[in-house]
């Protein structure tokens, strides 16, 4: 019944750059390949460090947690400018909620796993938030994914997709379906995508 934290901390370190030997520009196919574009010579390889934390808080019902990414908004120019990266925001959260209600005595343990993941990066965000049925050794679940805090040109939620799934959990392995059906009104001809 009690409660674990669990923080952590992740380093990295990068190169972004372009090879100009291999770039061929419009201008330089008149000038046997040599390019008279002043930009050309600001490439160049940029490197850069980067770090975040996270963490997760739990217990056997119950999870929140959350990762920024980015802290240090690494400079990711390769024109010898400044382009910062901008910090990245994940929370996630659930709850696992027994359906026996008081009668240990069934066969199958089932419950109810509604959960979230939020993301925001610069002006970019999305939200998903869904619920699982679990009847073990089987899952389904219904998700909802979008940026409802975001409105679209017509001032409506910007949806994107809602997801079914289909879980089938062993001892050995686990396997997943889920079919995701686009309700955004830029892409209802998709036909939705399958994964497995």
């Known amino acids: 019944e009690k409660f674990v934290f669990s923080p952590g901390l992740y380093f990295g370190y990068g190169i972004n750059g372009l090879d100009r030997s291999k770039l061929s520009l419009g201008d330089g196919l008149q000038y046997n390949g040599q390019s008279l574009d002043p930009d050309l010579q600001k490439l160049g390889n940029q490197q850069y460090f980067d770090f975040g934390s996270g963490f997760v808080i739990y217990n056997r019902s119950l999870w929140l947690g959350a990762a920024f990414h980015h802290l240090n908004r690494p400079n990711m120019s390769i024109l010898n400018e400044t382009a910062r990266l901008p910090t990245k925001m994940t929370i996630h959260g659930g709850a696992r909620i027994s359906l026996y209600h ?15 993941i939020y993301r925001v990066q610069g002006p970019i965000s999305q939200l998903d938030m869904g619920v699982n049925y679990h009847i073990d050794p089987v899952s389904v679940g219904l998700w909802y994914r979008g940026k409802p805090f975001d409105k679209n040109i017509t001032g409506g939620i910007n949806s994107d997709a809602m997801v079914f799934t289909m879980g089938l959990y062993l001892s050995k392995f686990t396997v997943g379906y889920s079919y995701d059906f ?12 399958h994964e497995v």
């Open 182 to 193: 686009s309700v955004s009104k830029l892409s209802t001809a998709s036909g939705g995508a």
């Open 102 to 116: 008081g009668m240990r005595t069934m066969a199958k343990t089932s419950y109810l796993t509604p959960s979230f």
